[in-house]
């Protein structure tokens, strides 16, 4: 009898649990729940709603139960970085702060005077990011030490919730190596590291790997589900869970298309090049100790925000074909500039660049939207420019995957821009990648190759190429 599994993958627009077994040699998938995921502002610091996304997701499990399924097991993956401290009873000590918080503003040079930058990406390889969870400990530390001294357990936010399903604490690979405290090297957190920033490393749990069978559902979940169900360690950061369902890794690039879009290759090694350096690539950490070679692109929260500042009036389809009908404006943004990681107004962020750059200044929601889509692709290009710099070798493919895999505009511009062949697909990549975690966890796929056959039998891609411009 095949196993069943449900994935549970939040982003930081949206989550969702989708159900998966494998059936005719094909895996198949169940949309099960489905909610919003947003920051909200809790008193000085933007935040994550942690408490709304663990009741989403106990309402998922039930609704496992109405829908007559019975999942072997549960696997949490969600976004990087972020944590949450719980004090020696178990409770937690500070709000789940989003990493789109001000409080790390500064405090990545103030690292710096502790140890170069050149020394900390030498050891942990991850590239340089303000709200990486190595500076927003350094922020704790400096304007609340007393949160941090009675801290006994730090989680990353799939972490928090497999406590609260468990009771268990456990720190697994691929995220902690997203805080920039976890050594490329020996692959454990980095105690020196911790001790000259002057954070506590006992608060830190030994790390995981994927596919470890964290433990059971507490006695109270399985009286309130009517059922008991394995917990797993996916890749519980959604982007390493994200790049396990890309195809085929063979000579391509990858793009994580979702909020973030995170672009890059799969390497058996860390690559910590001056080169990568100066280009801020990082070497997060894989399923089987592969390494996510990738950098951070501003990605689709910029679509999104310009989408909510429009009062949400515009569903994103709607948004690409104005963008398609703006079809004169060229005006582009940099949008990895600081500026778009968390304005008060998108829109206005970007129109005021358009001005400080003696550009034309979008003004319809068309000329909105194409200037992001046109300055994301600007920015993908620049990216694998310095991927092939880096490798010396020109990729012949790109994989998209994710939400934004369904933006079929954007998937043709980038095919057009870097004349790749593009791979768009599947959308529910995260998930996927989940669930196959958990399949191989209880016995039922032998290996990431068979797990990756079995995702390009299971899901269709769209293939772009680029199209010539007709000469009349
Ligand atoms: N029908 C669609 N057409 C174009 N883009 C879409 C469509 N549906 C979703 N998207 C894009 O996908 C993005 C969400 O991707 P997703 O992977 O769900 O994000 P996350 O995991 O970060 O919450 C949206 O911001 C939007 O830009
Ligand atoms: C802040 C991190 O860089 C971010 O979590 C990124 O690593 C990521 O995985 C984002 O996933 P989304 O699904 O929210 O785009
Ligand atoms: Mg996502």
């Known amino acids: 009898m095949t196993k069943h599994c449900v994935a549970v993958d939040i982003g930081a627009s949206s989550g969702r649990l989708i159900a998966g077994h494998i059936e005719n040699g094909t895996l198949q998938l169940q949309e099960v729940h489905r909610f ?23 309402k998922g499990i039930h609704k496992c139960r109405e829908l007559g399924l019975q999942p072997e097991s549960i696997g949490i993956d969600t976004w990087a970085v972020d944590f949450v401290l719980l004090d020696e009873d178990g409770n937690p000590l500070t709000d789940a702060v989003s990493y789109r918080d001000p409080r790390t503003d500064g405090m990545m040079e103030e690292v710096f005077n502790i140890i170069s930058k050149e020394r900390l990406y030498l050891e942990t390889g991850i590239q340089f990011q303000k709200f990486n969870t190595i500076y927003q400990l350094y922020a704790l530390k400096q304007s609340n030490p007393e949160i941090l001294e009675k801290a006994k357990a730090f989680l990353m936010i799939p972490e928090y919730f497999n406590y609260l399903l468990t009771g268990k604490k456990a720190n697994e690979y691929t995220n902690a190596t997203s805080t920039q405290l976890v050594n490329a090297f020996t692959k454990k957190w980095d105690k020196e590291l911790l001790g000259q920033l002057g954070i506590n490393p006992d608060m830190f749990q030994d790390i995981q790997m994927p596919k470890t069978i964290l433990g059971n559902l507490t006695e109270e979940l399985v009286e309130e589900f009517g ?24 000579d391509t690039i990858y793009i994580s298309s ?106 319809t929601v068309g000329e909105v939207a194409k200037c992001v889509f046109d300055s994301l692709v600007a920015s993908y290009e620049k990216a694998i420019g310095e991927i092939e710099e880096i490798f010396e070798k020109e990729f012949k493919t790109i994989h998209i995957i994710g939400g934004g895999c369904q933006n079929e505009l954007l998937n043709q511009k980038i095919a057009d821009a870097t004349n790749k062949t593009v791979y ?47 000469i009349n």
């Open 227 to 250: 059922f008991d169900m394995k917990v797993v360690l996916p890749a519980t950061h959604d982007t390493g869970s994200a790049v396990l369902s890309v195809p085929s890794l063979e």
């Open 424 to 470: 768009a697909g599947p959308v529910e990549a995260t998930a996927i990648g989940n669930l196959v975690a958990q399949l191989m966890a209880l016995g039922e796929i032998d290996n990431l190759n068979e797990a990756r056959e079995l995702i390009q039998q299971s899901f269709e891609v769209k293939t772009f190429e680029k199209i010539e411009a007709c």
């Open 36 to 58: 919003e995921n947003k920051i909200v502002q809790k008193g000085n610091h933007f935040c994550w709603e942690v408490d709304t996304l663990f009741a989403e997701i106990k």
């Open 258 to 363: 979702g909020t973030w879009s995170l672009i890059g290759v799969e390497n058996p090694f860390p690559i910590c090049v001056p080169k990568a350096l100066d280009y801020n690539f990082t070497n997060e950490g894989g399923m089987d100790y592969r390494y996510r070679f990738l950098k951070n692109i501003m990605g689709l929260w910029m679509i999104q925000e310009v989408r909510r500042n429009y009062n949400n009036q515009y569903s994103f389809a709607e948004l690409v074909q104005l963008a398609q009908e703006a079809a004169d404006f060229r005006s582009i943004v940099n949008v990895d500039d600081a500026r778009f990681l968390k304005p008060d107004n998108m829109i206005k962020a970007i129109q005021n660049y358009c001005r400080e750059t003696e550009q034309a200044v979008p003004s």
